[in-house]
């Protein structure tokens, strides 16, 4: 069996944070837990259509915000607010009654996000696009936007074979290992005729911090070389005049 560890668990509190960000008892953190999963399921089922890559959920004593990141605000908006609205009771429903606050967070390239880039291409998927086509392009699209690298991954019937089978297309750096590198990590599911397609996107992104280069050898040797030099030069010079 594999040992897989999930690429965003991996990397909380180096260059990730919690998609749920609240405190409770023993006793209140299963009822929290299972209404935040109600919640989101209910946010991406009602906007399957905006693009919303996550969901961001904060609770106080007595009141909830929700943060949604998408990549289309006006669809979530509605026309004038009557989306928002109707998603604050509901959800607030939900909650038993608390104070609900959502607050709608622009994604500005959706090509640079590894949930919107996977959801993508199972939207091609279910639309009868052969899979390398649909993998190659949107790998050129999010190199074209920027991206360090970028590996998909699809998995099931693909083409509409009768045994499920793996492909992988890579192009760029990924070092899914480096805790430096940022790997932004997303999964969907297609459903198509034929069965479910996994897919599966790692990207890194250009706006964060590349990884630190450790010098080479011979660097080292020269900059080790100079400070030698630069040590006896400072000796020779704070030894006292001799007298004459």
Known sequence: ??????????RLAVSRD?????????????AFLHSDIAIRRYVKDK?????????????????????IFTARPGVVIGRKGSEIERMTEEIGRMSGGKSV???IQEIKTPELDAQLVA?????????????????????????????????????????GAEISRS???REGK??????????????????????????????????????VQRPERGDRHERRDNRDSRDNRDSHSQQAPVAH
């Open 1 to 10: 069996m594999g040992q897989k560890v999930n690429p965003i668990g991996y």
């Open 174 to 211: 990924v070092p899914l290992h480096t805790l430096r590198a940022p790997i932004d990590y997303g999964f969907f599911e297609a459903r198509t005729v034929y069965g479910i397609i996994g897919v599966k996107v790692w990207l890194w992104r250009p706006t964060e911090a590349p990884v």
């Open 47 to 67: 906007l399957r259509q905006a693009a919303v890559a996550r969901v961001g959920i904060e609770r106080a004593w007595n009141s909830i915000r929700v943060t």
């Open 119 to 159: 959801e993508n291409v199972a939207l091609q998927l279910e639309r009868r696009i052969s899979f390398r086509r649909a993998m190659k392009k949107t790998i050129q699209s999010s190199m074209d936007f920027g991206a360090i690298g970028i590996k998909i991954r699809c998995a099931g019937r693909l083409g």
């Open 18 to 30: 919690w998609r749920s960000r609240w405190y409770a008892s023993p006793q209140d953190f299963p």
């Open 101 to 103: 606050k959502i607050d």
């Open 167 to 169: 492909e992988c297309f």
